[in-house]
């Protein structure tokens, strides 16, 4: 009868092997190393946001932690049978690195900084899987659902829209709570304003204000607080879904803050002590949280949903066993992760594709715009508050007033712009949705209009060309001082996307607002087509700059007449403006 124990038990002993602890620690080093070299172009960017845009993606510094983590809670029941390898992790291992692949040598329209986490997200799941087996995977979905939902940075384009309703709901939440505390209010869109003895207060609610910060950050904490600190699936569901009133309630509050300290110092309501002040409301917004999190456990008491509980005690030694031939497994996830990077780099070589684009600096500085030109009067330079410069994405902008002295009306044009450099997956702020964030409405749709830009001096460039056409170069003499050059100009047709607007506290009023985008030395109206023509895949620089016009006037004001002022003021001012911009084409002679 011993014999025939020992006989299973050798048996037993040799169906799996043990795995040294100093090689699983370097295969693992081995194996991230390789995921990081081949996904370094996104990890690179990743760590960009957080750096960049901290109070808004800073968390995601400390997501793989998190995640690490829950995988250690749950290390007894992950190791409690050895592991085996499943196949079909290969095939959503290479699944993961063809899709990065696709999106990174596609084209410019693709170019999404999502998109292309799906694919390491594919190749971290297809991992783990053909490493560990189905088994592990119960224990190990859901700290690596986590790590890649919330340790990437959402896009611009995938948050805006969600962004403007929060915005909408900061708004109206505050106007009525201050209201209710006594305020003289009065609201224009997402801008507050508010009346004391005698003066206007305006407090604007930027995107910065919007609560998209504590949505994300609650969602974040209340997900991995109802994995640990709650049983039942539907008690998990409601923490979650509390993130939202959570950080909208206590949002509105930190706006109506803003609002009361504006009242003694608008200064108080801007730059670091704003920043300051939404710090000090996420402190009783977590005890809110965490008060949700004890009715859920002390109230709303119910029966254990029989999951199994992954950390129970046991003092036996851990080890990591393999069910199979593991040195396989290593080697066939080691190629291909080593294979995906060379290739990915061979073919980007060979056809000249660049992941990231490097920023290019301006030529002259946005202020050497000359201040008078052919009958232009500045009257204004205006300066945007730190939430202001925020909300626009950059710091390197241009806004000012001009008045045209010698026209009948002597019409009024603000001039705007900003200018873009290295950046990836950024919304540009346009004005279809900043006016009617100041409390304008739309009287038309949004449409792109031709300018009449006079080009008849307009000469071909004999050496540089973009598109296969060449270049477009007007003399220029600089206003201070006086050098003569030859300018190349933007490629393509000047079209404004025009808007109409109205101010309902005006009667009759119209106000007109149009704008294009210079990207990398060509033209477009459209806040979309920057993606395309600033991120080409050979281009291995990128820069756009957002150029934009509005006036306003009476209801004889015309769509025409807005044309025909912003096409003059723009033939004089355009190529003084593309003396300050990066010239295209000698950036293009550097690469």
């Given amino acids: 009868m011993s014999g025939v124990s020992r006989s299973i038990s050798n048996q037993t002993r040799d169906s799996f092997q043990v795995v040294p602890q100093d090689r699983v620690v370097l295969g693992a080093f081995v194996v991230l190393g390789c995921l990081i070299w081949l996904f370094w172009e996104f990890f690179v960017q990743q760590g960009r946001f957080a750096i960049n845009q901290q109070a808004d993606w800073g968390h995601t510094v400390v997501i793989p932690f998190i995640a690490g983590y829950f995988v250690w809670l749950n290390r007894r029941a992950i190791l409690a049978e050895p592991f085996k390898p499943a196949w079909s992790g290969l095939v959503l291992l290479v699944l993961g690195v063809s899709w990065y692949s696709l999106i990174a040598l596609g084209p410019a329209a693709f170019k999404h900084h ?32 986590y790590l890649v939902v919330f340790g990437q940075t ?11 309703f929060l915005q909408d709901i900061a708004a109206h939440g505050s106007y009525w709570g201050l209201t209710t505390l006594g305020f003289d209010m009065a609201k224009e869109g997402n801008t507050l304003r508010i009346h004391q003895g005698g003066e206007v207060i305006p407090v604007n609610i930027a995107e910065a204000c919007s609560g998209m910060r504590m949505v994300v950050a609650f969602l974040a904490l209340g997900v991995a607080m109802s994995y640990r600190g709650l049983d039942l699936w539907w008690q998990r569901v409601i923490l ?42 996420l402190i009783p917004a977590f005890f809110i949280y965490l008060g949700v999190m004890w009715l859920l456990r002390n109230i709303m008491i119910g029966e ?20 199979g031939r593991i040195r396989v497994t290593f080697v066939a996830a080691v190629l291909v992760l ?28 946005l202020a ?22 925020e909300e626009l994405g950059t710091d390197v902008y241009l806004s000012r007033t001009y008045r045209a002295d ?21 919304v540009p702020h346009v004005a279809d949705r900043c006016m009617v964030a100041g409390g304008l409405e739309k009287r038309a749709a949004p449409a792109n209009l031709p300018l009449r830009i006079d080009r008849d001096q307009w000469e071909l460039d004999p050496v540089h060309s973009i598109d296969d056409e060449p270049f477009r170069v007007r003399g220029s003499r600089n206003w201070l001082t006086g050098e003569e050059m030859l300018v190349r100009m933007p490629h393509g047709e000047f079209e404004l996307r025009t808007t109409e607007f109205h101010d309902p506290k005006v009667p009759n009023s119209r106000i007109y607002a149009g704008y294009f985008f210079i990207a990398n030395g060509r033209l477009t109206p459209e806040a ?35 044309l025909d002022i912003t096409s003059g003021f723009l033939d004089l001012m355009i190529t003084d403006l593309m003396r300050c911009l990066p010239d295209w084409a000698e950036v293009q002679q550097q690469d």
């Fill in 154 to 164: 959402l896009s611009d384009t995938a948050v805006l829209r969600f962004t403007q």
């Fill in 240 to 281: 979650v879904l509390s993130a939202f009133p959570t950080a909208l309630f206590v949002n509105i509050l930190r706006v109506m803050t803003l609002g009361v300290l504006a009242t003694w110092d608008s200064n108080l309501a801007d730059g670091d002590f704003h920043s300051m002040v939404g710090l000090l409301w």
């Fill in 368 to 389: 050497n715009l000359p201040s008078s030109v052919d009958g232009w009067t500045m009257i204004e330079d205006y300066r945007l508050p730190e939430t202001g410069v």
């Fill in 304 to 323: 254990d949903d029989g999951e199994p509980e992954a950390d129970a005690v046991d003092d036996e030694p851990l080890s990591v066993r393999f069910s």
């Fill in 406 to 426: 010698d026209m009948p009306g002597r019409p009024v044009v603000h001039f705007h712009l900003a200018y873009y450099t290295g950046t990836i997956d950024m």
């Fill in 528 to 562: 979309g087509g920057v993606r395309i023509l600033a991120y080409q895949p050979k281009d291995r620089h990128a820069y756009y700059c957002k150029v934009q016009f509005t006036i306003s006037g009476n209801e004889g004001l015309e769509v025409d007449g807005f």
């Fill in 338 to 365: 080593v294979g995906g990077g060379v290739s990915l780099t061979f073919v980007m070589q060979a056809m000249n594709v660049y992941l990231r684009k490097a920023p290019v600096e301006l030529r002259s500085s």
């Fill in 114 to 145: 999502n998109l292309m986490g799906f694919g390491v997200a594919l190749t971290i799941f297809g991992l783990a899987l053909f490493f560990f087996g189905w088994r592990p995977m119960r224990w190990l979905w859901f700290p690596l659902g």
